[in-house]
């Protein structure tokens, strides 16, 4: 029995069906978290356009980077835009950093080249440091490379500083403080 050459095509086309039509199942079954964490930890992965918001102790932090790559059990991000939003009138915080890294495994950040502001509900205070250092189990931020705070009256820099997250600023090594507005006469 000689079978012809549009059968087989045919039979072969049924077979692909077939296939594919299990493997779309089997990926409907797919758990997205599941997914997501995988992709994560795949090397070399480049995401584009991330957005994340938290809600820490009622405040609402959301960051977005345009670019954040996969390096083993680390993340390393360009043009990192973070901004709290507080959950009473405790202000709003802006912070810009221009590159960062944050690791899995120790659950901290580190981020170079900030800029930011601090509004409080009464004064908008400008922040600028070479470095952040951030970990989960810590209940502040650290600038191990130095720190600058100005407005329009005063300036503050300190050599070592430290932040918690209600906005109190601890000059750890002291600082020089400046008062740029002249006497009143």
Not at 47 to 73: A, F, H, Y
Not at 92 to 114: H, M, P, V
Not at 135 to 158: C, I, K, M
Request: charged share 30%.
């Amino acid at each position: 029995m000689k079978i012809s050459r549009p059968k087989i095509i045919m039979c072969a086309l049924f077979l692909g069906l077939v296939v594919l039509v299990r493997f779309a199942m089997r990926d409907m079954n797919l758990n997205v978290d599941l997914l997501r964490e995988s992709i994560m930890k795949m090397p070399g992965v480049v995401m584009e356009n991330i957005q994340m918001s938290r809600v820490i102790s009622g405040d609402t932090w959301r960051v977005k980077v345009p670019v954040l790559e996969q390096e083993g059990n680390s993340v390393n991000m360009r043009s990192i835009d973070i901004r709290r939003y507080a959950s009473s009138d405790r202000g709003e915080w802006y912070f810009f950093g221009r590159e960062g890294t944050y690791d899995y495994e120790q659950k901290a950040a580190k981020i170079s080249g900030l800029l930011g502001t601090i509004d409080d509900g009464v004064r908008v205070w400008n922040l600028e440091s070479k470095k952040l250092d951030w970990q989960d189990s810590q209940d502040n931020f650290t600038f191990p490379e130095g720190l600058t705070v100005y407005d329009d009256e005063f300036l503050v820099r300190a050599p070592l500083a430290s932040m918690d997250r209600r906005g109190v600023i601890l000059l750890e090594q002291g600082g020089v403080i400046q008062w740029a507005r002249p006497l009143e006469r």
